[in-house]
């Protein structure tokens, strides 16, 4: 397993502007196996955006599994009051975690002001499909669930950090190693640099801490937390709570809805995914729309992160996707 191919990709892609700068670290349940970083420092904060649900999100879900104070197959409609209706009442936390709620992905409209009203409308919002008829990624279904977990309130400690290094809404200080990104169009923001601000508008509607984006970390910030799952996703018992071998082996274990490939918040290996073609079917990961991704894989024994912040001016989703396939299939040689 040389360094030499997945840097090569990542310098190609720089160079063909599908991102202006990059970190990356690759390791195993021992330890950090390789890092790079091109166009950026190591210690640069990247946006992680959706990287927030299962780092955060997902992982706080758990934590509350775990103690037995949130269960899965508990209604939606018991902890949101305006979640009514025949058409959606038999959606349960799980649903909102497999992305199977029956949810679209986003509002129609342009996102409204703070807690009270982000609740409204999603509770109210038509859904598309009958809950765990199939599967749609839906940012508002985890910002139910960053409600749900109080995320604004909860401080993990995966490994060694979950602090200075991998933290919402980045103090003035540490904003000068924060890499900087662009609004998209429809941004009230739009015109200026964002820097240590959150890519998303609905987090950024939401204060920065939101269920589906607003994590910033490094790239060893999000190694550590995936030494943690890691490590228990191989049977080690000593992990911090809620990191159990039990617990997340539940949640990344594939839905049974039709159709998908997604767990509890991560989704799970296909070869035409953005893992590549040559991790194990046991590997489990997600990916952030600012151009980051984590997938770790228990039979390989490795984790892979890559972050970037591709909507500073780079390529498309699909481009990214591209890169993200070539440099862990480089990597696994």
Known sequence: MS?????LVLEDAIRRGVFPSATAEVGSSRGPLWHEALGAA?????????????????????????????????????????????????ATIRDLLEHASGLPARLVDAPPEGRREFEHEICMIALEYRPRSKSIYSDLGFILLGFLVRLDQVRLKPDTTYGTDLLFNPPPELRPRCAPTLPLDDDLRRGRTLVGEVHDNYAAALGGVAGHAGLFGTASAVGAFARTVLRAARGDRTQPSPFTPELVELFTTKTTVPGSSRA??????????????????????????????????????????????????????????????????????
């Open 42 to 90: 190591f210690d640069t904060l990247f946006d992680l955006a959706s990287l927030t649900k299962v780092i955060a999100t997902s992982s706080a879900a758990m934590s509350a599994v775990g103690d037995g104070s949130l269960g899965l197959d508990q209604r939606v409609a018991a902890f949101f009051p305006e979640w009514r209706g025949a058409d959606r009442d038999a």
């Open 264 to 333: 509890l918040g991560w989704d799970t290996m296909l070869p035409t995914s953005s893992c590549g073609t040559r991790m194990s079917p046991r590997a489990f990961g997600h990916v952030g729309f600012t151009g980051t991704s984590l997938w770790i894989d228990p039979v390989l024994d490795r984790y892979f992160v890559l972050l970037t912040n591709r909507v500073d001016g780079g390529g498309t989703v699909d481009q990214m996707r591209d890169v993200r396939r070539a440099f862990h299939d480089a990597y696994i040689g």
């Open 3 to 7: 360094a030499e191919a997945p840097r």
